[in-house]
């Protein structure tokens, strides 16, 4: 492999909708560039880019897939991202790590969810996007109608520079229109090789029409060039395609193109404008990094070969047979194989042993990473996604990706007891690989809980847990954590007295509870006077009272939020002792706190939904049918739709996302956090009583 400095080089992530085409599309650019060797399908699991078993297996990507084509003498490395929401994560990672996208739109299925959040995002970010049409050779392709929705949908700033020879069955090239040439592929042939011919005469009347909007749209982004096109003078191919390129960088253009990635037509003008209109990875906005430990001051970042070296590793995968494989963005300086270098973000050393750069799963050795270039490394220590590599000698870090925080929660565990261990290192490994999987331990229910961004992404998480780990382990309703409280306030005694032979037991307290406010927990205070009992004995009370209030009253769930004052008692000098007074200490809540009206609290989530207008009402019917308390509506600024503020009790949220998307069609965008514990209303806390006390009867404590 050539060496490729950043004026040469094109990082681009190719997003898009799930099924839309974006694997089978780098697949084949690799291929006709001749940087790959086969042409691969997914019908044979056989792409660049998917394969990792459970992709392969599902026929559709999970993991962001890096693969590269040189073309015309510059690299373009193409980041394959998947487009189910459920992995997002990946996707949002291609995109940061790529200076430009390519948004693919399958020609049947035309505009879809995933591609108007993509869009959406990379125009967050500022980014410069290609579409790109593809199918066009399926039954019912219609290049027009995908254009206008295009434009309806996304923005009126998309334009062709291509349009199709024929569709469907038909469609056999392509006539580009800055060139006034057609590509015609010979029937059959799939290897990317055409005819260049004059524009046939039966698209003649679709070029002048298309052509005619491209130079107008192409002049209204340039006063000099509006003014000459308004003189009628002619604007010639070069200046066109300069003055397309800076308003791709304004994101005031959007040129889109079609293809088939199966027959591999229209893929080399793909490649073509990609360098002829891509930004190259020298032209990468400047970054700032923290440097040092602290992270207190920063420093400014350029694709600079000279500058001191640093790269954030986009993603991590552990494989078996070859250890982690660390994907990464060398953003400035240069790298050399086997150099040595430094994890600022956790402060290790690391070898970059074999460097190389990623054809899909297959790693090509080099010796030398450019500023800008993408590469790939095995086996280093620790070093996690969104890590930054830099020097010893300029520790820096830099801004990481950001992650959409989990939707769905379940617990987890391992069919077989003995797999423990190897589930919770499994687990954080994943966790190490993919921000958006998360792994936690709820202790008061004491399970294992995993989440991620859908359902799907849990299966998967299961699946490679499976074979990458070897655990086996099943996903389960989470229990909800519900406490305890009580409403009114009682006293009473405790008393604990044992006479058995020799020495005995001797406890008394004289304790009143009372309710506290929510989140105080156990307000425990010493009333004693005179020494009713010695005061090394009072702590005792104390633990005896939080250990049966951990225990609860009414369905074995820890009670909470209470006063309790210890207002007098009695004892023995030789039988009492610590233990005695934490007897006397549970009996008296035991005997006290049934009194003061014991009720049931649920743990309740703040949620925030962002829904299209014409689903609303549904969604606020579902959220009052799972008790849900809506705080209020308002036109969300970030998102076309309304936003939705609500209280729900986590009991009602199980699986809420998916539920949501079900609604919505996938349209909603969710996001929730623990808001605190309330009150059950009876009937519902009826049930709850009802499940604990058939779980006693099933297995008695
Ligand atoms: N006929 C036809 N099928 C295609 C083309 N590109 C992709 N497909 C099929 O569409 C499905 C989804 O493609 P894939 O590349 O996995 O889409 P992705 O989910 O966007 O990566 C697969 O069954 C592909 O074989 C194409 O150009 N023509
Ligand atoms: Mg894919």
Redesign the pocket.
């Given at each position: 492999m050539r060496e490729y400095r950043g004026a040469d080089i094109r990082n681009i992530a190719?997003v898009?909708?799930?099924?839309?085409?974006?694997?089978?599309?780098?697949?084949?650019l690799a291929f006709v560039s001749g940087s790959s060797k086969r042409h691969g399908?997914?019908?044979e699991g056989s792409?660049l880019?998917?394969t990792a078993p459970e992709e392969v297996e599902r026929?559709?990507?999970i993991n962001l897939g890096c693969a590269h084509a040189e073309w015309q003498g510059a690299k373009i490395n193409l980041l394959?991202?998947?487009?189910?929401l459920d992995f997002q994560g990946d996707a949002l990672a291609g995109l940061a790590a790529a200076d430009g996208a390519l948004c693919?739109v399958?020609?049947t299925a035309g505009v879809e969810v995933g591609t108007e959040r993509m869009f959406r995002e990379a125009m967050r970010r500022g980014d410069p996007v290609l579409f790109v049409v593809?199918?066009?050779?399926?039954e019912h392709a219609d290049f027009d109608a995908i254009y206008r929705q295009l434009r309806a949908t996304l923005t009126p700033k998309i334009i062709p520079i291509e349009v199709p020879v024929g569709e469907g069955a038909e469609f056999h090239g392509i006539v580009n229109l800055f060139d006034e040439t057609a590509h015609v592929y010979a029937r059959g042939a799939r290897s990317g090789a055409y005819d260049e011919v004059p524009v046939p005469d039966a698209v003649r009347p679709q070029y002048d029409r298309y052509h005619a909007e491209l130079i107008e749209t192409i002049a209204a982004t340039d006063d000099t060039l509006l003014e000459r096109y308004l003189n009628g003078e002619a604007i010639g191919r070069d200046e066109a395609i300069a003055a397309m390129r800076e308003a791709m960088k304004r994101l005031e253009l959007f040129p889109l193109f079609c293809?088939?990635?199966?027959?591999n037509?229209g893929t080399r003008a793909v490649l073509s404008t990609i360098v002829e209109l891509m930004p190259n990875a020298w032209e990468m906005e400047e970054l700032h990094a923290f440097t040092g430990a602290e992270g207190t001051s920063t420093v400014q970042i350029h694709a600079d070969d000279a500058a001191p070296f640093a790269a954030l590793v986009i993603k991590t995968q552990s494989e078996p047979h070859v250890g982690d494989v660390s994907l990464f963005r060398v953003l400035s300086g240069s790298v050399r194989t086997g150099d040595e270098v430094y994890n600022a973000t956790r402060d290790t050393a690391e070898k970059l042993n074999h460097l190389a750069v990623p054809q899909g799963r297959e790693r090509l050795e080099v010796t030398t990473l450019h500023a800008g270039d993408i590469g790939c490394v095995a086996k280093l220590r620790n070093t996690h996604t969104n890590d930054t590599l830099s020097t010893r000698s300029h520790p820096v870090r830099l801004p990481q990706v950001e992650y959409p925080e989990p939707l769905v929660l379940m617990a987890i565990v391992p069919l077989n007891r003995v797999d423990e261990e190897k589930l919770q290192a499994g687990l954080h490994r994943l966790h190490d690989e993919d921000p958006t999987f998360e792994v936690a331990y709820n202790t008061e229910t004491h399970e294992t809980l995993v989440s991620g961004m859908g359902e799907r992404h849990l299966e998967v998480a299961l699946a490679k847990l499976r074979r990458k780990f070897g655990v086996a382990a099943e996903l389960k309703r989470p229990r909800i954590a519900y406490r305890e409280t009580i409403r009114l306030r009682a006293e009473g005694q405790g008393r604990h007295k044992k006479q058995s032979g020799g020495r005995g037991q001797f406890g008394d307290c004289w304790v009143r509870i009372a309710p506290a406010d929510r989140g105080e927990g156990i307000r425990f205070q010493d009333h004693i006077v005179g020494g009713a009992i010695p005061s090394k004995f009072i702590p005792a009370v104390e633990k005896g009272i939080h250990e049966a209030a951990e225990r609860g009253v009414l369905a074995g769930f820890p009670l909470v939020d209470f006063i309790v004052e210890l207002y007098d008692g009695s004892y023995h000098t030789v039988d009492s002792n610590e233990m005695s007074f934490k007897m006397a200490g549970i009996q008296a809540f035991k005997a006290i706190a049934p009194k003061c009206k014991p009720v049931l609290l649920e743990p309740l989530d703040e949620v925030e939904i962002v829904t299209p207008e014409d689903s609303l009402g549904d969604v606020l019917g579902d959220l009052s049918a799972r008790r849900g308390q809506i705080l209020g509506t308002e036109s969300a600024d970030d998102a076309p739709g309304t936003r939705v503020r609500a209280v729900v009790p986590q009991s009602e949220l199980h699986l809420y996302a998916s539920a949501l998307q079900s609604m919505t069609h996938g349209r909603a965008l969710f996001r929730r956090h623990f808001r605190g514990y309330e009150e059950m209303p009876s009937d519902a806390a009826q049930r709850v009583v009802q499940e604990a006390s058939a779980r006693e009867e099933a297995h008695p404590a």
């Amino acid at each position: 492999m050539r060496e490729y400095r950043g004026a040469d080089i094109r990082n681009i992530a190719v997003v898009g909708h799930g099924g839309s085409g974006k694997t089978s599309l780098v697949d084949a650019l690799a291929f006709v560039s001749g940087s790959s060797k086969r042409h691969g399908s997914i019908g044979e699991g056989s792409t660049l880019t998917d394969t990792a078993p459970e992709e392969v297996e599902r026929g559709y990507s999970i993991n962001l897939g890096c693969a590269h084509a040189e073309w015309q003498g510059a690299k373009i490395n193409l980041l394959d991202t998947p487009g189910f929401l459920d992995f997002q994560g990946d996707a949002l990672a291609g995109l940061a790590a790529a200076d430009g996208a390519l948004c693919v739109v399958s020609a049947t299925a035309g505009v879809e969810v995933g591609t108007e959040r993509m869009f959406r995002e990379a125009m967050r970010r500022g980014d410069p996007v290609l579409f790109v049409v593809t199918m066009m050779d399926k039954e019912h392709a219609d290049f027009d109608a995908i254009y206008r929705q295009l434009r309806a949908t996304l923005t009126p700033k998309i334009i062709p520079i291509e349009v199709p020879v024929g569709e469907g069955a038909e469609f056999h090239g392509i006539v580009n229109l800055f060139d006034e040439t057609a590509h015609v592929y010979a029937r059959g042939a799939r290897s990317g090789a055409y005819d260049e011919v004059p524009v046939p005469d039966a698209v003649r009347p679709q070029y002048d029409r298309y052509h005619a909007e491209l130079i107008e749209t192409i002049a209204a982004t340039d006063d000099t060039l509006l003014e000459r096109y308004l003189n009628g003078e002619a604007i010639g191919r070069d200046e066109a395609i300069a003055a397309m390129r800076e308003a791709m960088k304004r994101l005031e253009l959007f040129p889109l193109f079609c293809v088939s990635s199966t027959l591999n037509y229209g893929t080399r003008a793909v490649l073509s404008t990609i360098v002829e209109l891509m930004p190259n990875a020298w032209e990468m906005e400047e970054l700032h990094a923290f440097t040092g430990a602290e992270g207190t001051s920063t420093v400014q970042i350029h694709a600079d070969d000279a500058a001191p070296f640093a790269a954030l590793v986009i993603k991590t995968q552990s494989e078996p047979h070859v250890g982690d494989v660390s994907l990464f963005r060398v953003l400035s300086g240069s790298v050399r194989t086997g150099d040595e270098v430094y994890n600022a973000t956790r402060d290790t050393a690391e070898k970059l042993n074999h460097l190389a750069v990623p054809q899909g799963r297959e790693r090509l050795e080099v010796t030398t990473l450019h500023a800008g270039d993408i590469g790939c490394v095995a086996k280093l220590r620790n070093t996690h996604t969104n890590d930054t590599l830099s020097t010893r000698s300029h520790p820096v870090r830099l801004p990481q990706v950001e992650y959409p925080e989990p939707l769905v929660l379940m617990a987890i565990v391992p069919l077989n007891r003995v797999d423990e261990e190897k589930l919770q290192a499994g687990l954080h490994r994943l966790h190490d690989e993919d921000p958006t999987f998360e792994v936690a331990y709820n202790t008061e229910t004491h399970e294992t809980l995993v989440s991620g961004m859908g359902e799907r992404h849990l299966e998967v998480a299961l699946a490679k847990l499976r074979r990458k780990f070897g655990v086996a382990a099943e996903l389960k309703r989470p229990r909800i954590a519900y406490r305890e409280t009580i409403r009114l306030r009682a006293e009473g005694q405790g008393r604990h007295k044992k006479q058995s032979g020799g020495r005995g037991q001797f406890g008394d307290c004289w304790v009143r509870i009372a309710p506290a406010d929510r989140g105080e927990g156990i307000r425990f205070q010493d009333h004693i006077v005179g020494g009713a009992i010695p005061s090394k004995f009072i702590p005792a009370v104390e633990k005896g009272i939080h250990e049966a209030a951990e225990r609860g009253v009414l369905a074995g769930f820890p009670l909470v939020d209470f006063i309790v004052e210890l207002y007098d008692g009695s004892y023995h000098t030789v039988d009492s002792n610590e233990m005695s007074f934490k007897m006397a200490g549970i009996q008296a809540f035991k005997a006290i706190a049934p009194k003061c009206k014991p009720v049931l609290l649920e743990p309740l989530d703040e949620v925030e939904i962002v829904t299209p207008e014409d689903s609303l009402g549904d969604v606020l019917g579902d959220l009052s049918a799972r008790r849900g308390q809506i705080l209020g509506t308002e036109s969300a600024d970030d998102a076309p739709g309304t936003r939705v503020r609500a209280v729900v009790p986590q009991s009602e949220l199980h699986l809420y996302a998916s539920a949501l998307q079900s609604m919505t069609h996938g349209r909603a965008l969710f996001r929730r956090h623990f808001r605190g514990y309330e009150e059950m209303p009876s009937d519902a806390a009826q049930r709850v009583v009802q499940e604990a006390s058939a779980r006693e009867e099933a297995h008695p404590a």
